[in-house]
């Protein structure tokens, strides 16, 4: 038996590989297993976030990302008798770096997690598949089968189940796995659609249904995801182009020629959640803890933040610098992002697929009323857009988001995700470790051993006199970017207090960003890293 591990990573799709790149960059001893022989090569999940970019800009494979995928900034909604060309993300997201959403197909996304990876010596051991999973005292004992047969027996303090809807690593733990599946079938193609406008996502809003067209760039220009029409032969492989052909023109007014499919699969949708996201050294994230309707571009997204916002605590733990009561605030925190997701899908895909009279009649008669109403709403598009952004997600109801006294009027509250500036100060800051934001005149503030880092090992950075956020002169911030602790005022009392329950003074090493004099912008004012 091998000596024990901190983590095992169950699952090496995006979720696990994102976990694992963020467990590498905290140096936390881990071993990620994948019982497929190889990574994912057909497209599946499509669309990054803006917040997913976000979180993964850190570990420097953001621009790879982007540099690969197709970024669109608009939507043809195509209604009867009329186009309706809506703007993706033009309002509502004026504080990320990118607002745009980003078409790359999974196979690419795990392509550039896998490749960051190998370059800091992380390999993902594929062909082996984990059998069983026993606790046993402070570890779990886990027994792997690798390719050739061989079994190993490996010991972790925690194991993590990224293993997808049919998780060996909830059905270990015992985690209920509740929901229903929908009805209908789905067709699912990678093809050539000519006749299409490119640069934009499409989708026809039909009697029968909802056909969707998005610019996916490779292996093929466009996804196709429509409804199987009833009564229509063709099922898992035996989807054929005739049929595609067939619903495309049955279901557009536009003269649309698909060819030379990559990709052809059938699929049934399922709305489920793990009745827990943790029960003991088990923890769950992505489709192991929820799956639903793909409806706004959700579930891929929703399992790497799952992810990041799960290593960085796992990782303080494992190496002392946190209490063990930090990880339960994963499932406080993921679990009411996973139910709102699952209740969100819900209702557009009822509406958007259901046979019901009054829906039909709803998307053919007043959609195309309504939508345009809607969607020329400024303030309802950027609350829209902010949601299916996904940069409207906030933890402000957590255990570990604490506003202190004199509670600012203005800026991000404690929660809420660091806004990025135009300095780009949340790319700045964000990483392995928790930064202390501190603005108004340095006088200001009284002497104390805080305000250096080396007690907690907090990255202190001076924002000079002038704030991005008026009334908020000091901020916490997480390693995943959420803004833990604020208040206004030179007392750190509050502070200090934060820093004793997440962050006791147990780990005496220091983060690498305190051997870096990097140079920080806020307001045209120069600032520098403590």
């Known amino acids: 038996m091998t000596a024990p591990l901190d983590v095992l990573v169950v699952g090496a799709g995006p979720t696990g590989l994102a976990l694992a790149t963020q467990l590498r960059s905290c140096a936390t001893p881990f071993r990620i297993v994948d019982r497929s022989l190889d990574r994912a090569r057909e497209s599946r999940a499509p669309a990054i976030q803006p917040r997913t970019l976000e979180m993964l800009a850190p570990f420097g494979v953001t621009d790879d990302l982007v540099d690969r995928g197709t970024a669109t900034v608009g939507l043809h909604l195509h209604l009867p008798r009329r186009v309706l060309r809506v703007p993706v993300f033009d ?57 050739d047969g061989t079994e190993e027996t490996v010991r972790a303090r925690y194991v993590v189940g990224c293993d997808g809807a049919h998780s060996t690593v909830r059905a270990q733990a015992g985690i209920a796995f509740e929901g229903y599946a929908y009805p209908q079938t789905f067709l699912l193609a990678d093809l050539e659609a000519d006749g299409l406008e490119p640069g934009a996502a499409h989708t026809y809003m039909t009697a029968a249904g909802l056909l969707f067209f998005f610019p996916l760039g490779t292996p093929a220009t466009w996804r196709m995801i429509a409804m199987h029409p009833p009564g229509a032969p063709g099922s898992g492989d035996d989807v054929t182009l005739d049929l595609l052909q067939r619903i495309a023109d049955e279901w557009t007014p536009d003269r649309l020629s698909l060819r030379d499919p990559v990709w052809v699969t059938s699929f049934r949708i399922h709305n489920r959640g793990a009745t827990h996201h943790r029960k003991g050294p088990f923890f769950l994230a992505g489709d192991a803890a929820h799956i639903h309707s793909p409806a706004g571009g959700q579930g891929m997204n929703t399992g790497i933040q799952d992810a990041l916002n799960l290593g960085w605590k796992l990782a303080h733990v494992c190496r002392g610098a946190a209490p063990e009561e930090l990880l339960e605030t994963y499932e406080a925190e993921r679990a009411p992002v996973g139910h709102g997701v699952r209740r969100l899908t819900d209702r557009a895909f009822t509406v958007g697929t259901s046979s019901h009279p009054a829906l039909r009649l709803a998307r053919t008669r007043l959609a195309p009323h309504v939508a345009p109403l809607l969607l020329t709403a400024t303030a309802a598009r950027a609350r829209l857009f902010r949601t299916v952004s996904e940069l409207g997600i906030h933890y402000r109801r957590g255990p570990a988001s604490v506003t202190g006294p004199h509670r600012p009027r203005q800026g991000p509250r404690a929660g809420d995700r660091l806004p990025d500036t135009p300095a780009g100060l949340q790319r700045r800051v964000a990483g392995p470790d928790y930064h202390l934001l501190l603005t108004g005149p340095g006088h200001a ?86």
């Open 91 to 147: 309002v509502g997201c004026d504080d990320t770096p990118y607002p745009f959403l980003l078409f790359l197909p999974q196979s690419e996304t795990e392509a550039v997690l896998s490749a960051h990876l190998a370059a800091r010596d992380v390999s993902v051991e594929r062909g082996t598949e984990l059998l069983t999973a026993d606790p046993e005292g402070e570890h779990v004992t886990c027994r792997l089968r690798h390719g």
């Open 445 to 530: 503030w009284p002497e104390d051993p805080l305000l250096d880092g080396h007690r907690y090992g907090v990255s202190v950075h001076r924002l000079g006199t002038q704030s991005p956020w008026p009334g908020i002169t000091h901020a916490l911030v997480r390693p995943d970017g959420y803004v833990g602790y604020l208040a206004r005022g030179t007392d750190l009392t509050g502070l200090r207090t934060y820093l004793d329950r997440w962050l006791p003074a147990r780990w005496t090493g220091r983060p690498a960003s305190h051997s870096i004099r990097s140079r920080l912008v806020s307001d045209g004012r120069s600032c520098w890293t403590k």
